[in-house]
């Protein structure tokens, strides 16, 4: 897990559970969706049915978000998205949105937005994803987002969120006792020293904290058990991976191309990563605690996810 080193000048970056059942709604769950907040933006990851009134639910502000990233599909990840556009239109909004997914959904949207959406106000601009790449699918200043290649019955990816490496902290203190001029502060922070009026130099070190540890958090939202992708997913903070069945069930998870708490906790551990979120649960399970033992057996930091769970990567 990433140190706590710096942290006061750490920016927020929260996962907010939106939804984490499985396909068959529940009144205990609701299907896929969650929000990242990271840098100052939203980013939401898939939009099940019922995700607009779950972001109302948790007070994060529509105009807040920008990018929505789709991993497949399924209804359960993606009958929410033409809800929300329409409502984005119904409340005034002007930014655009920005959506991410399968090629095949941007035709499926656009005739969706022509059918259900008069006068919209707003663009909706579509990103094909191609499931089958790890890639940077969106990057700016200080996040970038890449998508995962899943196995599920259609083709599927997950999404890694990672802050992009800042630089080191100036010391206000060390500037001030040797008088270092504020045009000093650009070369001293990419790792310049300090050669004072009497020719002694000041090392680099002394007049920097180090940067903020690189933050990520990988979605791996519908997939069976993939043996190598721990490689793609080495040293996140966070990983959420979908956890449909207990080990009661792995005939299923095997048929439906889902995983067992077991396996995501296998995955966690192969990965080295900081916590694991355990979420994509069967309805059957009336108590997901079985879920959380046994992925406990194999990796000890995991978490069930529960709907408005807000969690710090």
Not at 167 to 179: A, G, L, S, V
Not at 237 to 256: F, I, N, R, V, W
Request: some cysteine.
């Amino acid at each position: 897990m990433s140190s706590t080193f710096n942290s006061h000048h750490l920016e927020p970056f929260k996962v907010h559970i939106l939804g984490c059942g499985s396909a068959l709604p529940t009144l205990r769950h609701n299907a896929s969706s969650q929000v990242v907040e990271v840098r100052g933006k939203m980013f939401m990851l898939d939009c099940a049915e019922g995700t607009q009134m779950q972001l109302r639910r948790s007070k994060i502000r529509f105009t807040k978000l920008s990018h929505v990233f789709i991993s497949h599909l399924h209804g359960d990840h993606c009958f929410g998205l033409i809800g929300m556009v329409s409502t984005f239109g119904l409340v005034g909004r002007t930014a655009p949105l920005h959506v991410y997914g399968p090629k095949e959904l941007g035709p499926i949207l656009d005739s969706q937005i022509a059918f259900f959406t008069h006068d919209l106000g707003f663009e909706v601009k579509f990103y094909p994803v191609d499931p089958t790449q790890h890639t940077v699918v969106y990057h700016d200043h200080s996040v970038e987002v890449l998508s995962i290649p899943l196995q599920h019955r259609v083709p599927c990816c997950g999404y890694l969120i990672r802050e992009k490496a800042t630089q080191p902290h100036i010391r206000p203190d060390m500037m001030k006792f040797y008088e270092i001029p504020v045009s000093q502060r650009n070369n001293i922070k990419k790792g310049a020293d300090w050669v004072t009026s009497e020719g002694e130099t000041i090392p680099n070190e002394r007049l920097v904290t180090p940067a903020d540890p690189v933050r990520s958090y990988a979605y791996c939202s519908d997939t069976r058990y993939i043996d190598d992708l721990w490689q793609l997913l080495q040293g996140v903070d966070t990983l959420y991976h979908e956890s449909t069945y207990g080990d009661d069930h792995l005939k299923q998870a095997d048929k439906y191309c889902h995983s067992t708490a077991r396996q995501a906790a296998i995955v966690a551990r192969q990965a080295g990563v900081g916590k694991l979120l355990l979420g994509h649960f069967s309805s059957r399970y009336e108590n997901e605690e079985v879920l959380l033992n046994e992925a406990k057996e194999e990796f000890e930091n995991c978490y069930l996810t529960n709907e408005m769970d807000v969690f710090d990567i």
